[in-house]
């Protein structure tokens, strides 16, 4: 990779957020960079991908890499998610810890921590999500939070309201050495775009329905074309389940439910990619799949 040369003080570098399932880091991680790049829901595993995130500004490039929440595997998916994300802490500068300002520390926090303390990176812990907690309970939060491990940075914000988010981005860049900027001013994710949109076609399902398959579902884009006369992106994908009746569940009565999640999703796709899309949306059984390393990389999630 050939490197632009920079100006004296420019600062460069690579932080990672991790942190337990649903501890806010992908909507943190869109909150920094002011648009949509990473999926949001309330279902763990929500995250499959370790993929990065490129804010660049006049005196600084921040990448960061949002990582699948830690937590105790029960498949295989689950111990390539965790592979992924402990993997992230290697070779980067700084680790921002996220722990939710309304909920109690618990002993995953408390296994996430032990993990950090292999690092050499810098360290941040960030409570996040403190739109949610009483001021009590922040305070008490800091403290045990304190325990945890050793800081070079504590930082309370809420993505939600946006408070404090320039403060954590400072704290960041500070922790920083001067370095070279790594990507194109205009390079905002380095995943490829493939991997995004099947990501938001993943989300509409994971918010529509909740507890029924999320944790069975992959999508996986099989083509994508773009018709420069119509300005018009086509998009064709599947929608992978782990049975038949999961199937069933995710089109839906007279097709209802796959018609819906592509509505939804297209609106999204055609903000992402400033134009209008064409959403074709299969589903197909592949069985057992989240078992199959195999499988689990043909999907893109892991390693």
């Given at each position: 990779?050939?490197?632009?040369?920079?100006?004296?003080?420019?600062?460069?570098?690579?932080?990672?957020?991790?942190?337990?399932?649903?501890?806010?880091?992908?909507?943190?991680?869109?909150?920094?960079?002011?648009?949509?790049?990473?999926?949001?829901?309330?279902?763990?595993?929500?995250?499959?991908?370790?993929?990065?995130?490129?804010?660049?500004?006049?005196?600084?490039?921040?990448?960061?890499?949002?990582?699948p929440g830690l937590h105790k595997?029960?498949?295989?998916?689950?111990?390539?998610?965790?592979?992924?994300?402990?993997?992230?802490?290697?070779?980067?500068?700084?680790?921002?810890?996220?722990?939710?300002?309304?909920?109690?520390?618990?002993?995953?926090?408390?296994?996430?921590?032990?993990?950090?303390?292999?690092?050499?990176?810098?360290?941040?812990?960030?409570?996040?999500?403190?739109?949610?907690?009483?001021?009590?309970?922040?305070?008490?939060?800091?403290?045990?939070?304190?325990?945890?491990?050793?800081?070079?940075?504590?930082?309370?914000?809420?993505s939600e309201t946006g408070k404090?988010?320039?403060?954590?981005?400072?704290?960041?860049?500070?922790?920083?050495?001067?370095?070279?900027?790594?990507?194109?001013?205009?390079?905002?994710?380095?995943?490829?775009?493939?991997?995004?949109?099947?990501?938001?076609?993943?989300?509409?399902?994971?918010?529509?329905?909740?507890?029924?398959?999320?944790?069975?579902?992959?999508?996986?884009?099989?083509?994508?074309?773009?018709d420069r006369k119509k300005d018009?992106?086509?998009?064709?994908?599947?929608?992978?389940?782990?049975?038949?009746?999961?199937?069933?569940?995710?089109?839906?009565?007279?097709?209802?439910?796959?018609?819906?999640?592509?509505?939804?999703?297209?609106?999204?796709?055609?903000?992402?990619?400033?134009?209008?899309?064409?959403?074709?949306?299969?589903?197909?059984?592949?069985?057992?799949?989240?078992?199959?390393?195999?499988?689990?990389?043909?999907?893109?999630?892991?390693?």
């Open positions: 990779m050939e490197l632009e040369t920079q100006d004296e003080h420019f600062k460069s570098g690579f932080v990672t957020l991790v942190g337990r399932p649903n501890a806010g880091k992908s909507t943190l991680l869109n909150t920094i960079m002011g648009k949509k790049i990473a999926i949001t829901s309330n279902t763990v595993q929500t995250t499959r991908h370790r993929f990065r995130a490129v804010l660049t500004r006049e005196d600084f490039q921040l990448i960061i890499v949002d990582t595997p029960h498949d295989a998916l689950g111990e390539e998610l965790n592979t992924s994300a402990l993997k992230a802490l290697e070779d980067v500068d700084v680790v921002a810890f996220l722990v939710d300002a309304s909920k109690p520390i618990g002993r995953g926090d408390e296994w996430v921590a032990e993990q950090l303390a292999h690092s050499r990176a810098k360290k941040i812990c960030v409570l996040s999500k403190t739109d949610l907690a009483s001021p009590d309970q922040i305070a008490a939060q800091r403290e045990a939070a304190e325990k945890l491990g050793s800081w070079d940075a504590m930082v309370g914000l809420s404090n988010i320039d403060a954590f981005v400072e704290e960041v860049v500070f922790l920083l050495d001067e370095g070279p900027k790594w990507f194109p001013d205009d390079m905002e994710t380095d995943q490829p775009i493939e991997v995004v949109v099947a990501e938001f076609i993943r989300e509409k399902i994971l918010r529509s329905f909740h507890d029924e398959v999320p944790h069975a579902i992959g999508v996986r884009v099989e083509e994508m074309e773009y018009l992106h086509r998009i064709y994908a599947i929608v992978y389940v782990e049975r038949d009746s999961q199937k069933g569940i995710i089109i839906g009565k007279r097709g209802a439910a796959i018609k819906q999640i592509g509505t939804e999703a297209r609106t999204d796709l055609e903000q992402l990619l400033g134009t209008r899309v064409y959403l074709d949306l299969s589903v197909k059984v592949k069985k057992n799949w989240r078992r199959d390393a195999n499988q689990i990389r043909r999907f893109g999630y892991g390693e």
